[in-house]
């Protein structure tokens, strides 16, 4: 009988395991090398990503395909993943799904070697968190699917954790411990999302576009759109104009 190491290296690597993600759509499959280029991924990761295919993602880097403030969490995941050579499992992020809007999702990383030991790259499968049926059920979750359906309207966060049986100090450490943001920041992200589909989807001014997300305060939109995307939204409008409306 063959050693692992002699079974592995008569495999061929353009028809490796990962061909079985294809048939488990509920969970996106990537691979990076070192500097954070995208390899190659499952159908479904690439659909999530605006891509027809895995090979349009290949060369790619997360901040052309995702909002900076994603990226950032990204980076730093693969950051430490790189610096440790150890897996990173159980984070819980932000991950957009196809229409654009944060889903709050499972990651899962781990590094790839070469030959020698070293860390050369990294592989990982995201899952949403709200579909898995064995997550366990957590307070703060019902606070999230409140702010999903009420984005729009006025939110007052200290009314809220009372609702939902937290002091407005506890819902802050357990927004801050579970998803590294304030339920305020989470709603400022969602809002910003939802525009962006707006902004893609329809010719409504953007004045108009700010008050149908909940952003009461014009230049408040403006500032807080460029700060976690990186354009104002006549910008990302133009662009996504320009692009044929693609994601």
């Not at 050693?3 to 294809?22: K, V």
């Not at 809007?101 to 070293?118: D, I, R």
Request: hydrophobic letters at 35%.
């Amino acid at each position: 009988m063959k050693t692992i190491e002699a079974w592995l290296a008569q495999l061929d690597p353009r028809h490796s395991a990962a061909q079985i993600f294809e048939f488990m759509p509920s969970v996106l499959y990537f691979v990076k090398d070192r500097d954070g280029h995208i390899m190659t991924g499952n159908q479904a990761f690439a659909e999530r990503c605006g891509c027809a295919s895995a090979r349009e993602l290949y060369g790619r880097r997360d901040d052309t395909l995702f909002p900076l403030y994603m990226v950032e969490k990204f980076r730093r995941d693969d950051a430490t993943v790189f610096h440790t050579g150890a897996p990173l499992h159980d984070l819980i992020e932000l991950f957009p799904t196809r229409e654009g809007l944060p889903e709050w999702c499972v990651t899962h990383k781990v590094p790839l070697l070469n030959l020698h030991g070293e860390v050369v790259g990294l592989c990982g499968i995201v899952q949403s968190y709200e579909r898995m049926s064995d997550h366990p059920e957590r307070p703060e979750f019902q606070v999230v699917e409140y702010i999903r359906a009420h984005y729009a309207e006025r939110l007052n966060i200290p009314d809220i954790a009372e609702q939902f049986g937290f002091s407005q100090r506890q819902l802050e450490r357990r927004f801050a411990d579970t998803f590294g943001a304030s339920p305020r920041e989470y709603i400022i992200r969602l809002r910003t999302l939802v525009a962006c589909e707006h902004l893609r989807s329809s010719n409504t001014p953007v004045s108009d576009v700010a008050l149908e997300c909940g952003f009461y305060d014009h230049s408040s939109f403006i500032r807080h759109f460029k700060r976690i995307l990186g354009v104002t939204p006549l910008a990302y409008r133009k662009h996504q104009n320009s692009q044929g409306g693609s994601h």
